[in-house]
């Protein structure tokens, strides 16, 4: 592991269990056994550890999401796919999907700003996934008849809601994977 990676993942640590707003960069200086300034060499500021957390979430996120959607042979099982996907990579990324849920510095949203192109960006490429899967479904039969881009954003939602009311809220729910695919079933299904 080099600095760089040694400073994100004691980022990530600290950044969970304290709070991003809680944490210095001092402790992650500490706990990575680097200087402060090497910190801002490679980061500007703590809310640049922060966006790299981020995107480096997102873009493997939706790497992954656009290999799992060719391999199943209609467009509700890619569906299904997504879904266990993302609940699989929720939980082996816990500490990174707790800090992005919990503690984003919501300033990094202002209009214009790059952050906020960045998740513009990507947020469009995974509705364009989801919604490519529900065409995919309509044609193979898989699926009924609703408009794609409308039912994508109510499935992105979906996901992101209960994946945060899990991780903020109660851990100890009743599976939450087998609900979800067994309501899309029941909603999507022809």
Known sequence: ????????????????????????????????SVSEGLI?????????????????MINTYIESIESIVKKPKTGLEAI???IFFHFRFSEEKSDAFLIIMRDFPFDLMKPGSPTREMIDDRSARILNLISDCIERGQKDGSIRDLPPDKTAFILRGMLHGLSRLQML????????V???IDFCRHGLAK
């Open 80 to 82: 299904e796919n997504i």
């Open 1 to 32: 592991m080099n600095r760089k990676e040694g400073i994100l993942e004691a980022a990530v640590t600290l950044f969970a269990e304290r709070g991003f707003n809680a944490t210095p960069t001092s402790a992650v200086a500490k706990m990575a």
């Open 178 to 180: 087998s609900g979800m």
């Open 169 to 176: 809220w109660s851990p100890s729910n009743p599976d939450i």
């Open 40 to 56: 801002f060499h490679y980061f500007k500021n703590k809310e640049g550890i922060f966006i790299h957390i981020l995107e480096e």
